[in-house]
């Protein structure tokens, strides 16, 4: 059911350690997976993807590892900054779908 | 917030008025989507479109109506809103041949009284 308010699961990290941040995914089938970051008051914004046929892919500072076996998704964010405070999301697709599900996210807070 | 722009930004509207949101994308994708976000909830698809006046419904379509005469606009419609619309509402847009890799734009926020 909804929850009334936003409780998010909360990270907190010390600036300039790392971050890791889960996601489960429940279709077995499900292909292809992106890592979105959202601001406050701002609309999701691209970090990095990638396709069940790898297990790891590296962007600047991140890192999506990918585990079909459990279903799990990680995203790794190197030498966290206060800029990177947002809420992470994570979304699937396949298995014949067209269609993006998303997960609720988890809030990435840095502590200076 | 790759070439896409949203209006109103904010909006406060009274039960039972028509709304109408824009997005207006600048990128020439053929897919555009529009969603909605709540708390306790990920973004859930309201309606999609996949070219000029083609569009389908999402998994929470119902009191939403989507129109689309152009690429670059697609627009929301709630016919009569209601309180349970009071939402951010997001638009989406993805390029051909990349259909899944989609990129937002900054939102809508609408209170419903």
């Known amino acids: 059911g909804e929850s009334v308010g936003l409780h998010l699961p909360t990270l907190s990290v010390q600036e300039g350690d790392n971050s890791i941040i889960n996601c489960a995914y429940s279709?077995?089938?499900?292909?292809?997976f992106i890592w979105y970051k959202q601001e406050s008051g701002k609309g999701p914004q691209f970090i990095i993807d990638i396709r069940s046929n790898m297990d790891k892919r590296q962007g600047q500072r991140v890192t999506v590892l990918l585990n079909k076996t459990v279903k799990h998704l990680s995203l790794q964010i190197a030498a966290t900054q206060p800029g990177d405070s947002a809420v992470y999301f994570c979304a699937e697709i396949g298995g014949g779908g067209n269609k993006l599900t998303f997960g609720t996210g988890t809030q990435l807070k840095v502590e200076l | 917030d790759a070439g896409i722009t949203q209006s109103p930004r904010h909006k406060v509207t009274e039960t039972g008025t028509p709304v109408t949101l824009r997005c207006h994308q600048t990128?020439?994708?053929?897919?555009m989507y529009w969603y909605r976000q709540d708390p306790g909830h990920g973004l859930r698809l309201i309606h999609y479109?996949?070219?000029?006046?083609?569009?389908d419904k999402g998994e929470v379509s119902d009191g939403y109506s989507v129109s689309r005469s152009k690429t670059e606009d697609f627009l929301l419609t709630l016919e009569s809103a209601t309180s349970s619309q009071t939402s951010v509402y997001f638009c989406?847009?993805?390029?051909?041949?990349?259909?899944?890799?989609?990129?937002f734009g900054p939102g809508t926020r609408l209170l419903v009284l």
């Open positions: 479109s996949y070219g000029v006046k083609d569009t």
């Open positions: 279709n077995s089938a499900s292909d292809y």
């Open positions: 989406a847009i993805s390029a051909q041949g990349e259909e899944e890799t989609q990129y």
């Open positions: 990128e020439n994708h053929r897919y």
